[in-house]
């Protein structure tokens, strides 16, 4: 029943195990710390994540037979329906596209071509392959990029006179002193060669503290020889990037620039790690995983559904059934990661259905979702639920923005109850958007403590209270004219 409330980039989820190790349940389990409710669309998608793996586990030759059970998940809009196909994703690391249905026409008409979600997907699968990569080579990246800096900081100087190999090997020349007493010994005193490394360990430790930060220092950077080229509208289905081929073959032209200690970090990194990186095998896992575990949700697919019309803008809405039929039953669709085969991508499509109904969908679109979920409409109790429950629940994510002005801010058990009441009140009343309302109602309530939050803040305990809460949300929640354009 939850709406899309989305962890920060920095949490460290426990979407990350393995889903080799997760059953349904455990999968649900996970599930339940974002989305309250909706068990039944949990269980769903659960058990067509485990069959992945468990398909992963036969027969070679029985695997190619075993297709996944695409999903229809039917509710109103701000329930859960992204956010539980989102967190799916998450959880089993895999490519993840969100599409609307009503954005593509069918073949013929201006727009976008139903191929060209597999595309993205394929280009989503290697970024995340290439960062994963990135992260396993990113401890040697920094040793050498660490090498690097300290070349800059510290330029290698010409050898000392006469510092030529002697006998035996050694790289030294070897020195004599000869004493007042006219007695010879060789002089032990510390090379030019020691004292640079010796210096060099210094700039090390002032380096990794960050000392030399804000220090300029010049830099030579690859740049590409000519600008990225955009092919857009009926360009969209070539089968290859004509920026790469020209980027081949083209030479690379390079550049040196000033810039601070930091920035150079970022820009040699970068350099370090594209060194490191074995492309071909970054296309060729994400061509894989596309294939195997790519999760495409088609969003509104109820606005393609609906009986033919062949006046206005309804003419298109069979046809785009019909395009998308293909690539959902399986088809090859050539993208920057090769030939890739739709047959084992799970599809999850979903809509609110208020006009239409999922049997108004073509008949051989409706066989390819076998399963339908109909997801439960929120009330108030569950409004009351997604304001506290859920990990980074809406109220947690206000009180560590308040916290970053040294304030601190506490919700009452009532106020939480007033502004679910004035949510569920205000949907019922008006357009019903689901827990999406939550987002508005909040943001109204604390216009004023977050505007004068830089100025009042630092020390202070903002409490809100019931009160609080109707004094600045009653008359407008009453209002229809007001509560049209501001909740």
Known sequence: MQAEVRAPDTAPPQEERSPARLTPREIVAVLDEYIIGQDDAKKAVAIALRNRWRRRNVDPEMREEILPNNIILIGPTGVGKTEIARRLARLAGAPFIKVEASKFTEVGYIGRDVESMIRDLAEIAIKLVREEREAEHREVADRRVEERLLDLLLPPVAPEPGATAGEGGSDRPRRFVV??????????????????????????????????????????????????????GGMAGLDFNMTEILQGMLPKRKKRRTVTIAEARRLLLADELEKLLDMEEVVQEAGRRTENMGIVFLDEIDKVAGASSYTGPDVSREGVQRDLLPIVEGSSVQTRAGMIRTDHILFIAAGAF??????????????????????????ADAFVRILMEPRFALLSQYRALVATEGATLEFTDGAIREIARIADHVNQRTENIGARRLHTVLTTLLEGVMFDLPETGAGETIEVDEAFVTERLAKIAEDEDLRRYIL
């Open 179 to 232: 004493s007042t007493g006219g007695e010879t010994s060789e002089d032990e005193t510390e090379s030019l060669e020691d004292r640079k490394r010796r210096t060099r360990e210094k700039l090390r430790s002032r380096l990794r503290e960050g000392h030399f930060d804000g220090r300029e220092v010049e830099v030579e950077v690859t740049e590409s020889a000519i600008p990225r080229l955009d092919a857009g």
């Open 354 to 379: 208020h006009v239409s109904k999922p049997s108004d969908l073509i008949p051989e679109l409706q066989g390819r979702f076998p399963i339908r979920v109909e997801l439960e409409a929120l009330d």
